[in-house]
């Protein structure tokens, strides 16, 4: 299931916080991007109890693994099953790995065995599904982990490790219990609207989760997004003292090194800091500059403050969406066509997508043998692009700079291979100028691409598997980069993909036993939705915030708002409809 984003229950005072934040620094599991004076001072110090008495080789390396998830003290937890000197050695790599719940320690073949008697090699099998990055977002991969494990006797007769695994080890529900997702936010590089990125704290204790967080903003965008976003905070940007509550119950967020920006970003800033704290502190977020007010005039936020970023990354809630039906476009509120030639009929209208702001439409439509590309004002004709083949995929809009802004940019995908974008030049014409995909060769057919309605992430599906990339914009035009398969083993038959928000996809797809699903953008967190009703295999899907997910199968349509409901005819359902939200 998919877990919840926590928030903390009780505010500390003054000094419990301090406290608690100086421990946390000694947790090298966590982004520490510029040194603050006196961060240790008064750190407590955790007792760790030593392993039961009497433990076998066996179980000794599956009690390392499981106390794995107790980071606290550089990992004490899993030190105490190290032998003496390799407790104070033992360096693992800064990254962690996730393996899924079943894992086993077994002996080595005998040919792999030591002579000495008093010695044993377990060797410890799982199979990885991703690992947490030392930026502290997680990368999803499934592969196969195997690592042989040296324990020996000691003096006193207990077993323990003489040659641990290089990197940290621990399960899926482990890692969701000893972590918190939390996303940090950053911005398109050429609009207001936010951008979030996924990353992974230490949960416990929850009062130092503001801290630990503000951190990570710090640090900068991940190294899937690098290039992607734009950091008003920047990178000189650092804490002048910890992260505490004031006597007045506000969080004080006290930074540094912001230089002389005008106010229009600082306002940039302090919707970077109040939004990837909202998940983690209900209190309101007092930011300083140098000891004085971040924003002059406003030294206190909430999130209510800040200015409505988002929408220029959700539809309008008066636009209902379209959807193609029998080669026209039709409202998916009334189910009547559209005004223009896309619903009258005059165009053989293969997909479509409408523009955020609901003012154009792209259309794929046939024409003979091939299919070629449209794009225009909403119920124009539009212009007919220099751009055709045999297969395009269903268009999807970059978004406009600002809400009454038009777009200037479209992608689609020319015969599974050819990655494009749509571009209107300063004469208003629309010309096509290719996408650097060259990381994406060996991913295979691309049946479909959905830009994420922020513009700064691509979801597609690739040889019938779900692909996440950052879009990163040069001038010398557009790459795919850090492309990423999210939840391989389970998602093997993709027909269709969507965004539901900043970093959640649904994907439908051909299969009886997981036809729709939701996923988070790293691909860590996974939800299959209710399977009643649903006639695999399915052909379509679309989902926008705050609105019912639309899926499309054998049948017709069916929406659902949440992940356990059961599916219910749409209003306008056909067996040949293809739904679409404006994005």
Request: hydrophobic share 40%; with cysteine.
């Amino acid at each position: 299931m998919r877990r919840q984003r926590r928030m903390p229950a009780v505010v500390l005072s003054l000094f419990l916080c301090v406290l608690t934040v100086a421990g946390c620094a000694s947790i090298p599991m966590e982004s520490q991007p510029k040194a603050i004076p006196q961060r240790n001072a008064g750190q407590p110090t955790q007792e760790i109890p030593e392993p039961e008495l009497g433990l076998d080789p066996l179980t000794v390396v599956r009690n390392f693994v499981r106390n794995s998830a107790q980071p606290a003290n550089d990992h004490a937890a899993s030190r105490a099953y190290l032998s003496g000197r390799m407790r104070e050695s033992w360096k693992p790599d800064p990254s962690l790995r996730v393996v899924k719940e079943e894992f086993s320690t077994v002996y080595a073949p005998e040919s792999e065995q030591p002579d000495d008697p008093n010695e044993r090699v377990v060797a410890l099998r799982a199979v990885e599904v991703g690992r947490l990055a030392p930026d502290r977002s997680f990368i999803a991969g499934l592969e196969e982990y195997r690592k042989p494990v040296r324990v020996r006797r000691q003096p006193d007769g207990e077993w323990r490790i003489v040659d641990p695994p290089d990197s940290i080890v621990i399960t899926e529900s482990d890692f969701n219990d000893a972590y918190f997702q939390v996303p940090v936010y950053f911005f398109a590089p050429d609009s207001t609207a936010l951008v979030s990125d996924l990353r992974y704290v230490v949960a416990r204790p929850q009062s130092g989760l503001p801290s630990r967080v503000v951190d990570l903003l710090l640090s900068g965008p991940s190294d899937g997004l690098a290039g992607a976003v734009r950091n008003p905070l920047g990178d000189s940007a650092a804490l002048d003292s910890n992260v505490t509550t004031g006597n007045d119950g506000a969080l004080v967020v006290p930074l540094t090194g912001l230089g002389d920006e005008a106010v229009q970003e600082r306002e940039l800033m302090a919707a970077q800091v109040v939004r990837s704290l909202q998940h983690v502190t209900t209190s309101r977020v007092k930011l300083l500059s140098d000891g004085t007010p971040l924003v002059p005039g406003q030294a206190e936020w909430r999130p209510s403050d800040l200015p409505a970023y988002d929408t220029l990354s959700s539809p309008n809630a008066e636009l209902p969406g379209l959807m193609t039906v029998n080669g026209r476009v039709r409202s998916l509120g009334s189910g009547s066509p559209i005004d223009g030639p896309a619903g009258s009929g005059a165009l053989d209208v293969v997909s479509a997508a409408q523009a955020i702001n609901g003012h154009q439409l792209a259309v794929v439509e046939s024409i003979g043998d091939e299919v070629r590309l449209r794009i225009g004002d909403y119920g124009a004709p539009g212009q007919l692009v220099d751009l055709s083949g045999s297969r395009m995929t269903r268009p999807t809009w970059k978004p406009p700079v600002s809400k009454d802004d038009k777009s200037t940019e479209v992608w689609t995908v020319v015969d599974g291979e050819q990655v494009t974008r749509v571009q209107q030049d300063a004469d208003g014409q629309w010309v096509t100028v290719p996408v650097n995909a060259s990381e994406l060769t060996d991913a295979g057919w691309i049946s479909a691409l959905r830009l994420s309605r922020d513009g700064s992430r691509a979801a597609l599906v690739a040889g019938g598997k779900l692909v996440v990339a950052s879009v990163v914009r040069t001038a010398s035009g557009a790459t795919l980069r850090a492309p990423r398969v999210l939840q391989e083993d389970r998602l093997s038959s993709v027909v269709d993909v969507d965004w539901i928000d900043h970093d959640t996809l649904v994907a439908t797809t051909s299969s009886e036993r997981v036809p729709v699903a939701r996923v988070s953008v790293d691909g860590f967190q996974f939800d299959q939705y209710n399977t009643s009703n649903l006639t695999p295999p399915m052909r379509a899907v679309t989902a926008a915030p705050g609105r019912p997910i639309v899926v499309a199968d054998s049948s017709g349509l069916w929406t659902a708002a949440e992940v356990g409901a059961v599916w219910v005819p749409h209003s306008h359902t056909s067996a040949d409809a293809e739904p679409f939200y404006p994005g």
